[in-house]
Nanobody, 124 residues
Framework: QVHLVESGGGLVQAGGSLRLSCAAS????????LGWFRQAPGKEREFVAA????????RYADSVKGRFTISRDNAKNTMYLQMSSLKPEDTAVYSC?????????????????WGQGTQVTVSS
């Protein structure tokens, strides 16, 4: 079992930055591929970014490429999402997830554990 807790969400103006954190406890953190997903009101959950167990393989949604950076610190059992140049359309609940697959994946069905989510609101 892996328990995930997100933090760092909040209200920010368009063009601003936020850094989300995902702290994990339970099984060996470094054994898991990790990802960030988001869900806006009335919309389906969508993939944001993913990182492999070693941090060597990264994936990004086209909508965030060049603005968001995913990273992980296996020694601290924590994953991060640095978000810059935020837009109102980035407003959503952001959730982190862990997959028993070592590689990075955008497929939400391959993730085994999910956090509760943290709200990000970008005002125009």
């Amino acid at each position: 079992q892996v328990h995930l807790v997100e933090s760092g969400g909040g209200l920010v103006q368009a063009g601003g930055s936020l850094r989300l954190s995902c702290a994990a406890s339970g099984r060996t953190f470094s054994n898991y591929g990790l990802g960030w997903f988001r869900q806006a009101p009335g919309k389906e959950r969508e993939f944001v970014a993913a990182i492999s167990w070693s941090g060597g393989n990264l994936r990004y949604a086209d909508s965030v490429k060049g603005r968001f950076t995913i990273s992980r610190d296996n020694a601290k059992n924590t994953m991060y999402l640095q978000m810059s140049s935020l837009k109102p359309e980035d407003t959503a609940v952001y959730s982190c997830a862990a997959s028993s697959r070592y590689y990075s994946t955008s497929n939400s069905g391959l993730y085994d554990y999910w956090g509760q989510g943290t709200q990000v609101t970008v005002s125009s």
